[in-house]
């Protein structure tokens, strides 16, 4: 059910976007949330909180697997740069064109982006790893992150 909702989230942003290619995003996981309300019981602690117990479910997912998959050695460069002044934007809303542009703005993403999408260099591959490392980083808490909705923010240095 998931992988369907995240695939459908996913072209809906690309329909929406004119985007010919589409390739899931960390901004699509959102729709998890919404999508599975109904469907699995959270013994929360208060009523009304499944939504967000899902959320952090996700949150917790990603930065798991942002562990095992991107190596440390590429995070100090990539948070240097921040720390040197770099500040992107990401989002449902951002063309994956404009997101990719992102690893020629700050080289210091290459070398983690292209592990992430296997040599893929298209525009949909290369912004989805750029929003992966980026909320990686945030959620390991080495650089901040303006949520502007909720599927998209601002990161910047901490």
Known sequence: ?????MSANALRRGLRLGETYVVPRVCDLDAFAAASGGKIEVEALEDGRE???LRDLVKSAVLAVFRDMVSPQYSVDIVTAFEEGAVVSTGEDVPSVTQAALADQIPALQPAIGELTGGDTSAAAVAAAVEFVLEGLHLSKRLNKDASSVSGGTYRAR
Not at 1 to 5: A, G
């Open 1 to 5: 059910m998931n992988y369907e909702v």
């Open 51 to 53: 939504g967000q117990v």
